[in-house]
């Protein structure tokens, strides 16, 4: 009975005393997510992913020197390089030499292990900071690992062409039998601020295209500057961007725009827009030609809320500058009286001025003509105005005043009439005089 007693209660210790949990103890020494999930422990692991840039991975399938990033082996392919010695040395090298090569040449396997392990390396880091507690405080190296994986997925691509899609969701899973739908490296380079890109359109591996008539740049995923010009059809600069270019031109085209329009706008009305002229090189600031196979009309029309209110218009030989004046466009119309009284009214004068006092002018005050009540619509601003400069709100400076002298005319027309009635009439009392 003893014996039996014994044996129940070392049944009851080894039930006690044998859970799972002695089996899960982390070995010593080992690293795991929670350890790693931390600003040092994410470093850590986007420097392994960098690594994979240089081939600098020891052990592995393949030819070791197939790993090389300067893929220097296509080189042995393209005539740039000779493998050298004899037929039987580097046979994996010869088929590449001579175009023959097998699935399982040992450059290509090399290759093909080196970039996958770069990719793996970037999943890791981008689950690390999805595991951490705040991986909104990890969103640059975030940005990181997904754009080596898009330049290992991009090397890939260029080698292999139709390679799986290992992203870090089916990488967590061990699922790595995933077809790519595309272009595979699009929405890593499009992460966190690196470039957006909208619509179709591909990312190829020579000098063609990068961005296609598809793309859209926006400035919120966009910066620094683009030095060619493999742009899309729209560029939003957002509220404060900015765009420098030399020459605007359609394809094929230089220093001008001949087959396509130029349109600059803003949704609720363009804001303005500013032409410089900042050297002596090509004499003309702006420059508008209307060619010949277009015919004659207009080269430039002005508009006030969407109704026409001028135009500069070229006949082939030369150009009229036309203000508004349809009757369609009038009400309330009469006759100009006492039009010489009016412009009696008037002060012409001549001065030098400031800014060119090396000559003599002549013209009006501007405010003098505006003080005549007869010539409102001719003048424009208000004597002494100033404003606030655009560039220092705490400085300010004059709103100059402005007189149109071509509106005159219809005032110097009334009054030249008053002063041939007022011949006629002269006429005719001389000549009753003369008869009698």
């Not at 591909?202 to 000098?207: E, P």
């Amino acid at each position: 009975m003893r014996n039996i007693y014994l044996i129940l209660i070392g049944l009851l210790v080894l039930t006690v005393n044998c859970s799972e949990e002695f089996t899960d103890v982390d070995p010593i020494g080992s690293l795991n997510d929670a350890q790693l999930a931390n600003p040092t422990g994410v470093e850590l692991l986007l420097t392994g992913a960098y690594s994979v840039l240089d081939a600098g991975r020891n052990g592995g399938i393949g030819n070791g020197w197939g790993r090389s990033a300067d893929n220097w082996v296509a080189d042995v392919a393209s005539d740039d390089a000779h493998k050298g010695s004899t037929d039987g040395d580097q046979p994996d090298l010869y088929e590449l030499e001579l175009f023959n090569w097998q699935t399982g040449n040992g450059y290509f396997m090399a290759r093909w292990e080196v970039l996958f392990a770069g990719v793996n390396r970037s999943n890791a880091v981008i689950n690390l900071i999805a595991s951490s507690e705040t991986p909104a405080s990890f969103i640059v190296e975030e940005a990181q690992a997904k754009f080596l994986r898009g330049h290992y997925n991009f090397e890939l691509k260029k080698h292999f062409d139709n390679v799986p899609n290992i992203t870090e969701v089916n990488a967590s899973e061990l699922n790595y039998n995933v077809a790519n739908a595309g272009a595979i490296m699009d929405s890593d380079f499009s992460s966190n601020g690196f470039m957006k890109r909208t619509g179709s359109g591909s990312y190829t591996v020579d000098n063609s295209t990068f961005l296609t008539s598809s793309s859209t740049l926006s400035a919120a995923n966009l910066s620094g500057t683009i030095n060619n010009s493999r742009l899309p059809t729209s560029i939003d600069l957002g509220s404060s961007g900015e765009m420098k270019a030399k020459n605007f031109q359609t394809s094929g085209q230089s220093n001008r725009l001949t087959s396509a329009g130029f349109s600059a706008y803003h949704n609720t009305g363009f804001e303005g827009l500013s032409i410089v002229k900042s050297s002596t090189g090509w004499g003309t600031a702006l420059f508008i030609h209307r060619l010949s196979s277009a015919g004659t009309g207009n080269i430039g029309e002005f508009q006030y809320n969407n109704s026409f209110v001028g135009s500069i218009n070229t006949n082939g030989s030369t150009t009229t500058f036309n203000g508004g004046s349809d009757y369609r466009l009038k009400q309330d119309v009469e006759n100009i009286s006492d039009g010489l009284g009016k412009i009696k009214s008037l002060r012409p004068v001549k001065f030098r001025w400031k800014n060119n006092p090396n000559s003599y002018d002549s013209g009006f005050i501007a405010h003098e003509v505006q003080e005549t009540g007869y010539y409102n619509n001719l003048v424009t601003g208000v004597k002494d105005e100033m404003r606030e400069k655009n560039d220092d709100p705490n400085q300010q400076e004059p709103v100059y005043q402005g007189v149109d002298y071509s509106k005159f005319t219809p005032m110097l027309v009334a009054a030249l009439k008053e002063i041939s009635d007022k011949v006629d009439a002269l006429d005719a009392r001389m000549t009753s005089l003369e008869n009698t």
